[in-house]
């Protein structure tokens, strides 16, 4: 389905991702690791179109979508729900929903696309005529998922969803994206808990200085003695593995 061939992304003469080349396949889960900085969220963002492409190209269902504008891509199937969540706190919880599908308002299959995530998420359901504002860290990103989801998307670029959430509720919030991962919906997530990530996807890449220095299946590498030392408890940088501790 994605294919994204020698990504170049940059920042003026800062060049954040160098020459990514990464897939994501039908229904699968595919997280990338690394340490803050390394260029994740950039990556997300080009194949999103939210930044330019320098170089390289974004394949999507074999046609090139590098060009396209960010809602061009959210009308062929991509989606981002961005680090930070960016829920408008001074909306009500059903309002962010509905803006999250603005695109298919006019639709027949809108009203029940709503309903059916209120049934999905009944905590959301118990809130609608919240201020999402006033929602709990966890609620929000919950909130923010199925804002993304009412897209209706084959592709969802989910970045750093655990972030500054308690662990009982990164837990629960993983388990949502197993969820989606399992309904046929692909994944390609950026998430700091490597070991959370490395359980719930099917592969992994590892990102340092912009570009890819390890990938494979997601349980060779959470017992890859590089990745354990970089970031399951040890804390020496190993240079010459390419992996950032």
């Given at each position: 389905?994605?294919?994204?061939?020698?990504?170049?992304?940059?920042?003026?003469?800062?060049?954040?991702?160098?020459?990514?080349?990464?897939?994501?396949?039908?229904?699968?889960?595919?997280?990338?690791?690394?340490?803050?900085?390394?260029?994740?969220?950039?990556?997300?963002k080009a194949i999103m179109g939210l930044v330019p492409a320098a170089a390289g190209r974004v394949t999507w269902d074999g046609a090139d979508i590098t060009r396209l504008r960010p809602h061009q891509r959210v009308q062929r199937g991509i989606t981002l729900c961005p680090e930070g969540r960016g829920i408008l706190t001074s909306l009500t919880v059903r309002e962010n929903l509905e803006l999250g599908g603005y695109l298919h308002a006019r639709s027949k299959g809108h009203a029940p696309l709503l309903a059916s995530m209120l049934e999905r998420f009944p905590r959301l359901a118990e809130r609608s005529r919240q201020l999402a504002g006033t929602l709990s860290g966890g609620e929000q990103q919950i909130l923010a998922v199925a804002r993304a989801l009412m897209c209706r998307p084959r592709l969802l670029l989910l970045d750093e969803p655990s972030l500054g959430l308690a662990p009982m509720t990164a837990v629960e919030v993983m388990k949502v994206v197993r969820e989606i991962g399992a309904s046929g919906v692909s994944v390609l997530i950026v998430e700091q808990n490597v070991k959370h990530a490395l359980r719930l996807a099917q592969r992994a890449y590892v990102m340092e200085s912009g570009g890819f220095v390890l990938s494979g299946d997601s349980t060779d590498l959470l017992h890859d003695p590089r990745v354990q030392d970089a970031y399951l408890g040890g804390s020496v940088h190993v240079a010459e593995s390419g992996v950032a501790a």
């Open positions: 389905m994605l294919e994204v061939e020698q990504l170049e992304v940059r920042y003026g003469s800062l060049a954040a991702v160098r020459s990514v080349s990464l897939t994501v396949g039908q229904g699968e889960i595919v997280a990338m690791l690394g340490a803050n900085g390394a260029g994740k969220s950039s990556t997300l």
